[in-house]
């Protein structure tokens, strides 16, 4: 089964607060885990990409997986306007993703000045 | 930003003509994809390419081929586009079939 479960939201928050996005799925085949923002009327750009379970930061984002519990979570630190968008969630299984990756729907993100 | 290009942006078509959707790659990477965007159905896989003339359907399929002649270029045809048609589409590509990296997107309109 192939199926990613993500809010979509609205979530409003003010500048400058730390922002959590999460989704979970259930197929446990899954290994790899991507983030994707996609501003308004533009292509989804690769923000965050781990293997398996953990942690992986790159300046001020997180992206966490377990996958016990098959919840994934991408954390925005000091969020700023510009980061306003839409994160998709995507993953894949190992040589999977020959065939595509499995993206959630997508959580609209405003950032407040 | 991955070499990719798509063309055209934008195209407004009539029900039952033919039309081809271009994506252009500069990185020499295997794998290439289309997907369609809708809203409330998010990202969809049409169709994807492995290697040259190498190509099998995703999750929404029909009404749609696709050809790839050579390693640059992925064509996605509507051989008879139908309202049910109008999306964004998305070109994709991946080196090892893991993390992919989209294009700037087709918006087509079919009245």
């Known amino acids: 089964q192939k199926e990613v479960e993500q809010d979509p939201g609205p979530l409003s928050v003010p500048e400058g607060a730390i922002v959590s996005l999460n989704c979970t799925y259930s197929n446990s085949a899954f290994q790899y885990f991507m983030w994707y923002r996609q501003y308004s009327r533009k292509g989804p750009e690769l923000l965050m990409y781990t293997y398996s379970s953990g942690n992986k930061e790159d300046g001020r984002f997180t992206a966490q997986v377990d996958k016990s519990s098959k919840y994934i979570s991408l954390f925005i630190r000091d969020s700023q306007p510009s980061d306003s968008a839409t994160y998709l969630c995507?993953?894949?299984?190992?040589?999977?993703?020959?065939?595509?990756?499995?993206f959630g729907k997508g959580t609209h993100l405003i950032i407040q000045p | 930003d991955a070499g990719i290009t798509q063309s055209p942006r934008h195209k407004v078509t009539e029900t039952g003509t033919p039309v081809t959707l271009r994506c252009h790659q500069t990185e020499n990477h295997r794998y290439m994809y289309w997907y369609r965007q809708d809203p409330g159905h998010g990202l969809r896989l049409i169709h994807y390419s492995y290697g040259v003339k190498d190509t099998d359907k995703g999750e929404v399929s029909d009404g749609y081929s696709v050809s790839r002649s050579k390693t640059e270029d992925f064509l996605l045809t509507l051989e008879s586009a139908t309202s049910s048609q109008t999306s964004v589409y998305f070109c994709a590509i991946s080196a090892l079939a893991e993390t992919q990296y989209f294009g700037p997107g087709t918006r087509l309109l079919v009245l």
């Open positions: 995507a993953m894949s299984t190992p040589g999977g993703g020959a065939d595509g990756l499995t």
